[in-house]
Structures are given as structure tokens and as C-alpha cells.
């Protein structure tokens, strides 16, 4: 085949020399080389297998047009999938396909074995859901333990005010900071707790400009957070906006460990009671959820719109073509 290609390939490079050849080849040059590298590199593939002991080669699992058709179908979900709607598709993709495979072009009569399959299905993602909820769960506990173990000699009792301080930035910790109190109510449940944690408008400094944008929204509903809590998570947002300041974030897998780490080396207030030392562990975690959250949406955003971007252009020269 090799000899055959090289041939076609050596005559279509020298036409000017045949003048018997037609003036025009079945394929181009493009395609033709194309396909000479691919039989090449098939056929060192089948060899490097060979010589490292398998007795067969499946050539047509080299086939790309198998997952070019898996990643066409998981863009007709969703054109610009983040990590976790892509991990959502994949698994819809995953069981869908199998069942349809079973319930529709088996060759099954008796509908007790259809429902036999079907929960066997059931039986097995319940197993691994449980399993995946068990595991997180660990981790969770792990990363609230190492948080607590390292933060726990590292508690000052006053933070420096920031002069250089983003007033908008403040702004926007101090009224997450409320979201926090209001959401995860649970940890207010301690007296003791909740007078570290929250506090009254009535209490906050006369020049504690944090606090403007939350008193102008409030109408009595909206949680104050209090002035030790402002400043604890004004540094774990300072360990934040660093960390997302890297391009790389985004492909490194433990980012969010990472980012744990980095916040447990800080000094920060303690805001709980001696009883309930685990509650700014979790008070962080839950943060750095809701930012992780926050950043994963900027930047499908920021996709989203260079896409629309280049559709736009691509329209407007197909006009003027």
C-alpha cells in the first residue's frame, strides 16, 4: 500500500513530467498526505504492539470519528459546558446510551427481564452515588480538620485595617459575609457564637464603610455580620483573588485544596466559642464554595462572549462576501 501511495504521490508532485496523466487527480495533496500519515503511523502502532508482546492490534479503536461524534453530541446539550455540566452529560450519556441499547435492540421478550435490567441499573448508581457521597464526606471532614488544626495557632485578636483596601471589594465580602449568617443559619443556633458572629447596625463603627452597601439594601431582613468576621474574611478573599489570579487555576484539579492550604497559613479572628471551634472551618469552606462558584461563572461569561464575538464577525464578512 506504502509503494502504491509513495507512486501516486510522486507522480501527482511531477505532472508537468507525464503529460499522459489527467489534468486533474482523484484526491488533493492535502488528503493524500494526510492519509500517507496515517497509514504510517498505523503501521507503527501495529508494531510497537506487536513487538511488546499483544498477539492482536484493534486498529479501528484508533478510529477519531468516535469521539468526534461523543463531543458533537455533548455539545447539542450545551455548547459551552463547565466541568460540572460536562460530568452531568457524560453520565446522562453513559446510562442512556447502554439502556437504549438493552431495552430497544435486545433481543428480549419478557418484560420481567427488561425491568430486571433496569434495576440492576438502579441498584449500581445508587451504590456508586452512595459511595461518591461517603468519599466527599471524608474529604470535607479532612480538609475542616486540617483548616481548624492550622488556624487554631495562628488566631490574633486584632487585624490590621487595610488602607489599600478595595472599597468595592469590602463591600461585597461584608455582604456575602450576611449571605452566610443567613444561609447557614445553624451556626447561630449558640448564643456565645452568635454575638461574635453577628451584630446590629446600631453596634457598627461610625466609619465602617464595609457596611454601606448592606444597610442601603436591608429593610430589617438582611443579616449584619459583625466587624471580627468582616476582617477574618477579607483576608481569606485576599488568599482568593491571588489564587484566581493565575491563568493555570482553572486546569489544576485540587484547586480548591489548594486554595485551602493557602488560607490555613493566615492569621485570622476567631469568631466562635471555645464549644463550636469548628464552626469558621465550615464558615470558610462554604465561602470559597460560593466564590469557586461565582468564578466559574466569569469565566463562561467571558467563553460565551468571545464566541458571540466571532459569530458576529464571521456574519459580518459573510455579508460582505
Known amino acids: ?23 486533474k487527480m482523484f484526491t488533493s495533496r492535502t488528503t493524500l498526505l494526510s492519509f500517507m500519515m496515517n497509514v504510517r503511523s498505523t503501521i507503527a502502532l501495529t508494531e510497537e504492539c506487536l513487538n511488546a508482546g499483544y498477539i492482536t492490534v484493534l486498529s479501528g479503536k484508533w478510529n477519531q470519528d468516535p469521539i468526534e461524534r461523543f463531543f458533537g453530541i455533548v455539545r447539542s446539550f450545551d455548547n459551552h459546558p463547565t466541568c460540572h455540566s460536562w460530568l452531568q452529560i ?17 433481543n428480549i421478550d419478557n418484560q420481567d427481564d427488561r425491568l430486571r435490567i433496569l434495576v440492576s441499573y438502579k441498584t449500581c448508581l445508587i451504590n456508586k452515588f452512595r ?10 471532614e479532612s480538609l475542616k480538620d486540617k483548616l481548624l488544626k492550622e488556624l487554631a495557632v495562628r488566631y490574633v485578636d486584632n487585624l490590621p485595617k487595610d488602607v489599600n483596601s478595595d472599597l468595592t471589594i469590602d463591600e461585597l465580602v461584608y455582604d456575602l459575609c450576611g449571605y452566610l449568617l443567613k444561609t447557614r443559619s445553624s451556626v447561630l443556633d449558640c448564643p456565645n457564637c452568635k454575638s461574635l458572629l453577628q451584630t446590629s447596625e446600631m453596634e457598627l463603627p461610625a466609619d465602617f464603610a464595609a457596611a454601606d452597601y448592606t ?14 468576621m468582616f476582617r477574618t474574611f477579607r483576608v481569606v478573599e485576599n488568599v482568593v483573588i491571588e489564587h484566581f489570579k493565575s491563568a493555570s487555576h482553572i486546569y489544576v484539579r485540587d484547586s480548591y485544596q489548594e486554595c485551602i492550604s493557602k488560607i490555613s497559613l ?23 464554595q460560593i466564590r469557586f462558584h461565582f468564578e466559574s ?16 464577525a464571521y456574519s459580518k464578512l459573510a455579508k460582505v462576501s
Open 1 to 23: 500500500m506504502m509503494h502504491v501511495l509513495n507512486v501516486t504521490f510522486r507522480l501527482f508532485s511531477e505532472k508537468e513530467k507525464y503529460p499522459n496523466l489527467p489534468s
Open 90 to 106: 457524560f453520565r446522562i450519556l453513559s446510562l442512556y446510551n447502554p439502556v437504549k441499547t438493552v431495552l430497544k435492540n435486545a
Open 131 to 140: 459511595q461518591c457521597e461517603s468519599t466527599s464526606k471524608e474529604v470535607k
Open 215 to 228: 444597610l442601603a439594601r436591608t429593610h430589617g431582613g438582611l443579616k449584619l455580620a459583625s466587624v471580627a
Open 266 to 288: 493566615c492569621n485570622v479572628m476567631p469568631v466562635s466559642c471555645e464549644d463550636h471551634l469548628d464552626t469558621l472551618p465550615f464558615l470558610i469552606m462554604e465561602y470559597l
Open 297 to 312: 461563572k466569569r469565566l463562561r461569561n467571558i467563553e460565551l462572549s468571545k464566541s458571540r464575538i466571532n459569530v458576529h
